[in-house]
């Protein structure tokens, strides 16, 4: 390849526990909902999850 260059981008949404979700499963669709929306706004950037909703 000589001295091509790929450009790569880095788009991630992350969660943690328990802010994000009190199970495995919460925290994943929670990072899940966090990259889909780090995408939505542009790529190439990391999302906090939003705070999971009580109740």
């Known amino acids: 390849m000589g001295n091509a260059s790929i450009p790569v981008t880095l788009s991630a949404g992350v969660a ?3 802010e994000h979700g009190d199970s ?3 925290l ?3 990072a899940d909902e966090a990259l889909y ?3 939505d706004l542009g790529r190439n950037r990391v999302e ?3 705070p999971a ?3």
Request: proline fraction near 6%.
């Open 16 to 18: 943690t526990f328990p």
């Open 24 to 26: 495995a499963n919460a």
């Open 28 to 30: 994943i669709r929670s």
């Open 37 to 39: 929306r780090a995408k």
């Open 48 to 50: 906090l999850a939003l």
């Open 53 to 55: 909703a009580a109740g």
